[in-house]
């Protein structure tokens, strides 16, 4: 079992930039993978970024690919999400995702790809 901790969520205005964090504790041996994804209201959930946890292989999606970030810390277990230039559009819930079944069978943009879910931070771009 994995669990994974979310924290850097908050209001931001247009234009600011944001931080995330998100601690994973348990069999953090196992990860292979981490990464991001958000879900905004009414929206279909979707995939934000994601990082090989040895090789450091960086993956964006379209929509942050320039205004994101992610970065790791393999000593503490922790992923980082930094989002700049943000737009009322990044409005979402964002989730920590980890993947523990070794290399990816498919995308990294697939959720199905991960193992285990952080409850989520609140992230809201006011205009």
């Known amino acids: 079992q994995v669990q994974l901790v979310e924290t850097g969520g908050g209001l931001v205005q247009t234009g600011a930039s944001l931080g995330l964090s998100c601690v994973a504790s348990?069999?953090?041996?196992?990860?292979?993978?981490m990464g991001w994804f958000r879900q905004a209201p009414g929206k279909e959930r979707e995939f934000v970024a994601a990082?090989?946890?040895?090789?450091?292989?960086?993956y964006y999606a379209n929509s942050v690919q320039g205004r994101a970030t992610i970065s790791k810390n393999n000593a503490n277990s922790t992923v980082y999400l930094q989002l700049s230039s943000l737009n009322t559009e990044d409005t979402a819930v964002y989730y920590c995702?980890?993947?523990?079944?070794?290399?990816?069978?498919?995308?990294?943009?697939?959720?199905?790809?991960?193992?285990?879910w952080g409850q989520g931070t609140q992230v809201t771009v006011s205009s």
């Open positions: 348990g069999r953090t041996d196992s990860t292979n993978a």
């Open positions: 995702v980890v993947r523990t079944r070794g290399e990816y069978a498919s995308d990294p943009d697939d959720a199905a790809e991960y193992d285990y």
């Open positions: 990082i090989k946890w040895t090789a450091g292989t960086l």
